[in-house]
Antibody, heavy 123, light 110 residues
Framework: EVQLVESGGALVKPGGSLRLSCAASGFSFSHACMTWVRQAPGKGLEWVGRIKSKTDGGTTDYAAPVKGRFTISRDDSKNTLYLQMNSLKTDDTAVYFC??????????????WGQGAMVTVSS | QSVLTQPPSASGTPGQRVTISCSGSSSNIGTNYVYWYQQLPGTAPKLLIYRNNQRPSGVPDRFSGSVSGTSASLAISGLRSEDEADYYCAAWDDSLSGPVFGGGTKLTVL
């Protein structure tokens, strides 16, 4: 079964750090472009960033609101995606989803989603 | 303020055909593929349409997508109660160098 499972969500104080993980199974993780999308409470979807497969260069791209504060990485030996979040702000409060397309080779088609990890930034 | 503009709400009765619009610009819908997602309350989004008008396996043919210029539309025919959800459009934006989403449309089945 193709599956993504996020973990690591927590309550963090402003200025703090947190690392989310996304464990993948059922598809060729090493060949997949992996993306993080977030959703603030009661709000819409917002792209956070992505990391390409190593065969496609392994490069990362970030949305402007998180650039310089968030880092996306991957460990293909563990089939795991990471999101390191530093200098957290209250505006970062959201459910964070990892997502990918293991079927069509389309990095912009978010076909498979995890269940989401809640990150709350509050003092 | 979302880069892609969707109506905040839409409604229809069972069996009816409903259309949800998504307005963008030349830097996103005008030059890149459009995707549509359905999100039921408390769940992760589900891909409904990819590359403007393609349906993933398992998505009923009641759902269809189209693009004209810098606007896109999602049509749902034979509306059913289980279609009540939030719907989001998305497209890569060349100016922002990343995908952008619409603000979402809450569909109510009356």
């Amino acid at each position: 079964e193709v599956q993504l499972v996020e973990s690591g969500g927590a309550l963090v104080k402003p200025g703090g750090s947190l690392r989310l993980s996304c464990a993948a199974s059922g598809f060729s993780f090493s060949h997949a472009c992996m993306t993080w999308v977030r959703q603030a409470p009661g709000k819409g979807l917002e792209w956070v960033g992505r990391i390409k497969s190593k065969t496609d260069g392994g490069t990362t791209d970030y949305a402007a609101p998180v650039k310089g504060r968030f880092t996306i990485s991957r460990d293909d030996s563990k089939n795991t995606l990471y999101l390191q979040m530093n200098s957290l702000k209250t505006d970062d409060t959201a459910v964070y989803f990892c997502t990918t397309d293991p079927y069509y080779g389309d990095p912009d088609a978010f076909h498979i989603w995890g269940q989401g990890a809640m990150v709350t930034v509050s003092s | 303020q979302s880069v892609l503009t969707q109506p905040p709400s839409a409604s229809g009765t069972p069996g009816q055909r409903v259309t949800i619009s998504c307005s963008g610009s030349s830097s996103n819908i005008g030059t890149n593929y459009v995707y549509w997602y359905q999100q039921l309350p408390g769940t992760a989004p589900k891909l409904l349409i990819y590359r403007n008008n393609q349906r993933p396996s398992g998505v009923p043919d009641r759902f269809s997508g189209s693009v004209s210029g810098t606007s896109a539309s999602l049509a749902i025919s034979g509306l059913r109660s289980e279609d009540e959800a939030d719907y989001y459009c998305a497209a890569w934006d060349d100016s922002l160098s990343g995908p952008v989403f619409g603000g979402g449309t809450k569909l109510t089945v009356l």
